[in-house]
C-alpha cells in the first residue's frame, strides 16, 4: 500500500477470489488502542507522550493479521445508480467488480465514476 500509494486494496486468495478490502482505516483502527474509541476528543494528547506510543504498528504488518470481514465486491452488470449509492450512501472509495464465480476484474474508482458523468 504504502510503495504504490494506495489507501485501499482488494483482498483475494490463491485463486483470485475476492475476500473483502483492506484500507488505511482498517491498519489506523488495529494500531489504535481502544481507550482512544470510546473518547470524544484526543486535544490532551499533544501535551502528552508523542503518537508513536499510541500507536502499536509494527513492520511486517499483514492480512491476516488484521479483523476483516469478508466482502461482496460489485457485479460487472451492476447500473451507474447502483455504483454511486455504494460510493456515497456506504461511503466506499473504490469498489471492486466480481465475476459470478467470485474472482476479482477490475476496480471502479471515483474519478472513473467523474469521468463517466461528465463525459457519457
Known amino acids: ?3 504504490d500509494r494506495r489507501s485501499i486494496l482488494p483482498v483475494v486468495n490463491e ?3 475476492f475476500y473483502g478490502e483492506i484500507s488505511c482505516y482498517d491498519i489506523f483502527a488495529f494500531g489504535m488502542p481502544d481507550f482512544f474509541r470510546q473518547l470524544q476528543t484526543i ?3 499533544r501535551h502528552i507522550d508523542p503518537f508513536e506510543k499510541y500507536f502499536n504498528i509494527k513492520k511486517g ?3 491476516k493479521d488484521l479483523d476483516l470481514k469478508e466482502g461482496k465486491g460489485i457485479k460487472k452488470d451492476s447500473t451507474l445508480l447502483e455504483i454511486v449509492f455504494e460510493m456515497t450512501v456506504k461511503k466506499k472509495s473504490k469498489l ?3 465475476e459470478d464465480d467470485g474472482t476479482l476484474s ?3 474508482d471515483r474519478f472513473c465514476i467523474i469521468d463517466k458523468i461528465l463525459f457519457f
Open 1 to 3: 500500500m504504502h510503495l
Open 15 to 17: 485463486n483470485n477470489r
Open 43 to 45: 486535544s490532551f494528547v
Open 61 to 63: 504488518l499483514s492480512v
Open 96 to 98: 471492486f467488480i466480481v
Open 106 to 108: 477490475g476496480v471502479i
